[in-house]
């Protein structure tokens, strides 16, 4: 069974510049969840979406975006790029809908900004 | 801003011997989990403890919770090289109905050889 797969895996992008990240979830996971990670702030998150809905929103400024599709694959879509968004940016699926199962992580995007 | 503190920040032991990896959050939760991430790659799980249970065993994972003191322990036994590895606590609350983890800063072992 194919794991959590995220695309690109590294990107550098310039100030001012937006950036689309994706993730596939694994087969038959609904709920996708994305993460920031720095080494200031640690694991941050960003946002959850289930069945194509955002139900979940971490604290962040309105150029963090994102979205799910019917085949429950995500993108977030980061615009206005400033240097503190550098970060690795971790997707996590899960199988069911509730708080008691486990996050199945991607490699992660590794987002430079310039 | 993360819900909890790991303690402690850095440890490094010889292989064989056990890690003991500390974690505090600040408010109730539903669940604890415990993650492992190795070189900045993705996370792997490796056990979530319910806020009912007080211990859980998993191979050479042992979790304690302690929910009045708001804290959890992850100790490993027996280390070995390839434990190496950053280990993270993450706290569901009990208002919070889907996959959004608060995690704390990590604790990253060193097994030396």
């Known amino acids: 069974k194919a794991g959590v797969t995220q695309t690109p895996r590294y990107l550098i992008k310039t100030r001012g510049q937006q950036v689309t990240l994706s993730c596939s979830p694994i087969?038959?996971?609904?709920?996708v969840s994305w993460y920031q990670q720095t080494p200031g702030q640690g694991l941050q998150f960003l946002f959850e979406?289930?069945?194509?809905?955002?139900?979940n929103k971490g604290n962040f400024p309105g150029r963090f975006s994102g979205r799910q599709f019917s085949n429950s694959r995500s993108e977030m879509n980061v615009s206005t790029l400033e240097l503190g968004d550098s970060a690795l940016y971790l997707c996590?699926?899960?199988?069911?809908?509730?708080?008691?199962?486990?996050?199945?992580f991607g490699q992660g995007t590794r987002l430079t900004v310039v | 801003s993360q819900q909890g503190e790991e303690d402690p920040q850095a440890l490094s032991i010889q292989e064989g011997e056990n890690a003991t990896m500390n974690c505090s959050y600040k408010?109730?939760?539903?669940?604890l989990q415990w993650y492992r991430q190795n070189s900045g790659r993705g996370l792997v799980h490796l056990i979530l403890?319910?806020?009912?249970?007080r211990e859980k065993h998993s191979g050479r994972l042992r979790v304690t919770l302690d929910t009045s003191k708001k804290s959890s322990s992850l100790l490993i036994t027996a280390s070995r090289a390839a434990d190496t590895a950053s280990y993270f606590c993450a706290t569901v609350g009990p208002d919070n109905y889907g996959q959004n983890f608060v995690f704390g800063p990590g604790t990253r072992l060193s097994v030396l050889p």
């Open positions: 979406y289930f069945s194509e809905t955002q139900r």
């Open positions: 408010t109730s939760i539903n669940n």
């Open positions: 087969s038959g996971h609904r709920s």
């Open positions: 996590a699926s899960s199988l069911v809908d509730s708080m008691n199962t486990e996050a199945f």
């Open positions: 403890i319910r806020s009912n249970e």
